[in-house]
């Protein structure tokens, strides 16, 4: 950066300057390890394998010979780390001109930049759920997917709007999840996913005494459910809303092979000042359990 960038704070400076202000503002917090299973890596990938478990024992007749069964390799899914990076180079003659400390002070926006960067990559993946992020079997992440044993199991509500009816039916298909075997499994959803557009909604549903869908003062059977709501600012769909498990890596998990570091020197040659920050992460869906996922018409 340059000093004629800057002409009514430097070159032609104005006078009298009660105040500058600068991009430091407060950002959304941090909601994406609320949903995705944070780890360490200290490879270049890291690769998730699935087994499957066994199927159901038969019954054996008298004298008969016992039958048997074997665990399958699953699907697997591969995490590359991706490496993102972003600097700024302020001239020796602005740094020094800069009386308020308004453009040499770089970390905070830098900082701030590279918070925002971490959550629209990660929210990215549920944004992209329906078609670009795919799980092992090849499938998107919200989809028709197939078993490792035979047979089908679809985490996809379709285009349904939320509401008391439409929650329900996300909340069964969690009860109905099964294994890669086709045998039930005990997941249970704990958080309810959605973009600001659905806050009142939300609140609605789950914090009404009564159901909100009618007036027959019926129970609010949600007020039993305790899903805890967790909204995002960076998911994209405004009508896309989702049901997740605890996250314990059977869903999404985000790697950090190097978390955001930065770095400090003064070119020898010109006197500029330069500063930048890197962090290497990768993210995606090992499986499709702990989701399911609908969007809005």
Known sequence: ????????????????????????MD????????????????????N??????????????????????????????????KTYAKAMNISMEAADDDIDGAIKDVMPPLGMSARSSISVFAWNIINNGFGTTTTGDGVALFGNHTLRGGG??????????LSVSTLETALNKFDDMVDERGLPVEI???????????RWIVHEILKSELRSDTANNATNAFSQVNLSPVMSKYLSGDDDWFLCAQPRGRGLILYWRKEP???HTIDFDTGNLKTKMVFRVSAGAATWREWVGAQGA
């Open 188 to 198: 249970s959803a704990s958080k309810i996913v959605f973009p600001t557009n659905l």
């Open 152 to 161: 089908n199991y679809s985490n996809l509500m379709g285009t349904s709007d």
């Open 1 to 24: 950066m340059m000093r004629d960038q800057f002409t009514n704070l430097i070159t032609k400076r104005l006078a009298w300057i009660d105040e500058i202000l600068d991009a430091n």
């Open 27 to 46: 950002l959304p917090s941090l909601t994406y390890p609320e949903v995705f299973d944070v780890r360490d890596s200290t490879h270049a990938f890291e």
């Open 261 to 263: 570091y930065s770095d």
């Open 48 to 81: 998730v394998l699935e087994m499957t478990g066994l199927g159901l024992f038969g019954e054996k007749s008298e004298g008969d010979t016992v039958s048997y069964d074997k665990i399958l390799e699953g699907f697997h899914k591969k995490f590359t780390h």
